[in-house]
């Protein structure tokens, strides 16, 4: 009970270091010239498919597995409960991911281009998914058609 204690209160905490990193991010973006508030449906996409695929990396893909791993063997240490509490729900990381990807696309040297990158694979994995989604629909009408035409060679 008080080690599920400690863990909520580290999460809790952990509010406030993004809303600090938020007002850390909006500082820089002000000195640089830009606001937010001016981003363009272009750059809102390709923010948004970026995050979707970095979060779908980090939290889902095999090349992040060691580190969720690393961060599960050691979620007593309760920053690294944490941790692995962030990295391991897709909602949690989109929002820290989303950050990430807004101080890439407008503070990082050449940093558009990994979100140029990302966003392109986004949205390769989404045509990926309806391609497997028409596939399996396809197959189940086939086994639907198949019984009804041949119901006794069940």
């Known amino acids: 009970m008080l080690n599920e204690r400690k863990h909520q209160a580290w999460n809790f ?12 991010v909006g500082h820089f973006l002000k000195r640089e010239g ?13 923010v948004i498919l970026a995050s979707y695929r970095m ?5 889902f893909e095999k090349i992040f597995k060691y580190f969720r791993d690393a ?16 990295i391991t729900c897709p909602w949690c990381a989109g929002v820290w991911v989303t950050l990430i990807i807004v101080v890439f696309y407008f503070l990082i ?5 990994l979100v140029y990158v990302l966003a392109l694979a986004g949205l390769v994995s989404m ?12 197959e ?8 009804e035409k041949y119901p006794d060679n069940l």
């Open 13 to 24: 905490w952990s509010v406030f270091v993004f809303f600090g990193a938020i007002v850390l």
């Open 127 to 138: 045509v990926i998914l309806i391609s497997n989604l028409l596939h399996m629909y396809t």
């Open 34 to 46: 830009v606001d937010i508030r001016d981003l363009t449906m272009k750059e809102a996409v390709l």
């Open 71 to 86: 961060m599960k063997k050691r979620h007593d240490l309760y920053i690294i409960g944490t941790i692995n509490s962030m």
């Open 55 to 59: 979060t779908r990396i980090l939290v």
């Open 140 to 147: 189940r009408r086939q086994r639907i058609h198949q019984k």
């Open 109 to 113: 040297p050449y940093g558009d281009l």
